[in-house]
């Protein structure tokens, strides 16, 4: 269902109009007026994006200083509105020097007039990628004192660019060296039990590409995902070899990507654009690695001692090591005094953040460290109340391991003028919110 958008409004904090846009008749003029009075005069105006006053339904985001609404009169996609909304923000920064607010748009007003036409067409949202829009709209905007430099790049043909299949790519591109860099990052949210037990566990994981190639390449990734080897093992009439195999879920993946093949073929075929783009998103929630368990112990002593004693085990390989590992070891606030010894790192006590703060720079795979602490609290007349004892949290990343046990099994390169490519592949794993209760 697309969006028939019916008008676009600008407004600053006081509510002013700084820049609107009709694109429908069935819509008044006096919709901003309602917009302040039922919502911005009123205390419901971070509550939820979206109202309904009338017969208008009013989709608003706030960026900066600047409230973007998007009014509708009919039943309409909510996810597509914002998702153009956030679109038109980045079109706009990229002509404006990376910059988005009050000033930006006040001085340039005939440039957004003239993009809100090209990128909204009566209502439905049309092409929003700044390559292609910035091949036929030249005008630059008045880019802030603060942004970098634009780079003067060669301007391809524009229509093969809007009307072609490739959009998102020019032709003529020419490296020297012809290199493909490709991160898989993950990360890891995890809610232990204090007796071990796992509450909730899963990965978040992204694919970032870097592409320096010549010419149009096309582009094929082979990832130890189920459904792919299975589909392999089907079309060679033979089982693949492949070792672990894993279960990606909500998979979603950048434009480029051949979605025809991929339904079919289940391999990921891409033409990819030219430098860092995302090429996928996905979430794991089967046959986590854990990088690290948190063994807690903390025990009350009456009203005014409490000892403390946490091991921490990395359970990667031994060959690895994590880098920037952080535990938060929660205290009571009436924290008066503490004394810790960790066999590795550095602990301190943090009273802004009632915690103990034990901080390891690099810690190798298959190994353990503990932390034992005193800790003196301040006696109170008032009656004691219960300490509810916040989770103890983790941050930390460890470069060459995923948790998910994704991996890169190929990654070729086609182009027709056969030169060789250099691939580079990295993984790397980071704490998202890793807690474990005490």
Known sequence: MPVAASAIYFLNLRGDVLINRLYRDDVGGNMVDAFRLHIMQTKELG??????????????????????????????????????VVEAVNLFKSYFGGAFDEDAIRNNFVLIYELLDEIMDFGYPQNLSPE????????EGVRSPFSSKPTDKPVPNATLQVTGAVGWRREGLVYKKNEVFLDIVESVNLLMSSKGSVLRCDVTGKIL?????SGMPDLKLGLNDKIGLEKESEIKSRPTKSGKTIELDDVTFHQCVNLTRFNSEKTVSFVPPDGEFELMKYRITEGVNLPFRVLPTIKELGRTRMEVNVKVKSVFGAKMFALGVVIKIPVPKQTAKTSMQVTSGRAKYNASMDCLLWKI???????????SAEVELISTIAEKKSWTRPPIQMEFQVPMF???????????????????????????????????RC
């Not at 292609?132 to 005008?139: G, V």
């Not at 720079?361 to 932390?371: A, D, H, N, V, Y």
């Open 47 to 84: 509550t939820c994006p979206v109202r309904q006053i009338g017969g208008c339904s009013f989709f608003y985001m706030r960026i900066s200083n600047v409230y973007i609404v998007v009014v509708v009169s009919s039943n309409a996609n909510v996810a597509c509105a914002f998702k153009f």
């Open 132 to 139: 292609i829009l910035k091949l036929y709209i030249t005008q």
């Open 209 to 213: 590409m870097k592409c320096f190639l």
């Open 361 to 371: 720079r690099k810690f190798p795979g298959q190994t353990e460290s503990t932390l």
């Open 402 to 436: 995923t948790a998910s046990g994704l991996r890169v099994r190929f990654l070729k390169v086609w182009e027709k003028s056969g030169y060789n490519t250099v691939e580079w592949v990295r993984y790397i794993t980071k704490a998202g919110s890793y807690e474990i």
